[in-house]
């Protein structure tokens, strides 16, 4: 259907940032080729001016995104944006300067330092994908509310951009059938993955392993 998403995961074997992100465009390629039938060796690829990729013609919409070796490839016949992230330390003091004040509150109601950085990235995750969604990069502004103090918004929408759907998922070693890379020690979530487009209702994941 029209606004249904498939995201398919994956990991490659190489952590190169250059050899992860040619496996993500040949998997785009095959993908499309698949599904439109069409020669791999004959789809072309474009960016906007902001970087965003697309294929040319197919009616094909596609988005990734890499985390390390992991890679998340969101392909619908509408508009999508999506942004995985390995959830590990990170500096929240970002969240404090440049996230929105509902933001703020939702990641205050942290149980503990986990739950902490599960919020953060979860929030990350949500704004990266709408942004990306839209095709914006960090000109596209941080401080749009995606939580409240009852939890992540399923639509949200920016100042500069219309209301969209994020869909999220917390992703474990169980995922991926405690493939040993995926696999935590404590099962807690190891990635969260959001998913933007217009409606979110359907949407498929697809893990390679
Ligand atoms: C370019 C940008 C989108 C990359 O984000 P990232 O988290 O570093 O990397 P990701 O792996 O999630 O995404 C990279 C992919 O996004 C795609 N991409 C690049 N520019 C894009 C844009 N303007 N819109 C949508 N997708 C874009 C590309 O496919 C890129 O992969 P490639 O370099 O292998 O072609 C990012 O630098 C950016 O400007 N993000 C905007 C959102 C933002 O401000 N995020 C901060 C949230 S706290």
Not at 14 to 20: D, G, L
Not at 100 to 126: I, M, V
């Amino acid at each position: 259907m029209k606004n249904d998403i498939t995201v398919y995961l994956f990991q490659t074997v190489s952590h190169s940032p250059k050899e992860v992100s040619q496996a993500a465009y040949c998997f785009v390629r095959q993908h499309i080729a698949e599904v439109t039938g069409s020669d791999p060796e004959r789809l072309v690829f474009g960016r906007t001016g902001q970087g965003k990729p697309y294929i040319e013609k197919e009616g094909i919409c596609f988005n990734l995104s890499h985390s390390g070796n992991t890679v998340a490839i969101a392909f619908s016949e509408c508009e999508i944006g999506v942004d995985i992230e390995e959830v590990r330390p990170a500096n929240l003091r970002i969240a404090e300067r440049y996230f929105a004040e509902s933001d703020r509150r939702y990641l205050a109601l942290a149980a503990d330092e986990q739950d902490k950085l599960n919020r953060f990235f979860a929030l990350w995750t949500a704004k990266e994908a709408y942004l990306k969604r839209y095709g914006a990069g960090l000109s596209g502004g941080l401080d749009f509310s995606v939580a409240d103090e009852n939890g992540l918004l399923t639509r949200v929408a920016s100042e500069r951009f219309p209301p969209a759907g994020i869909f999220y998922r917390c992703l474990c070693g169980e995922d991926f059938g405690l493939h040993a890379p995926f696999h935590t020690a404590s099962g807690s979530v190891r990635y969260i993955l959001s998913v933007c487009a217009d409606r979110t209702e359907n949407v498929f994941l697809n893990m390679i392993i």
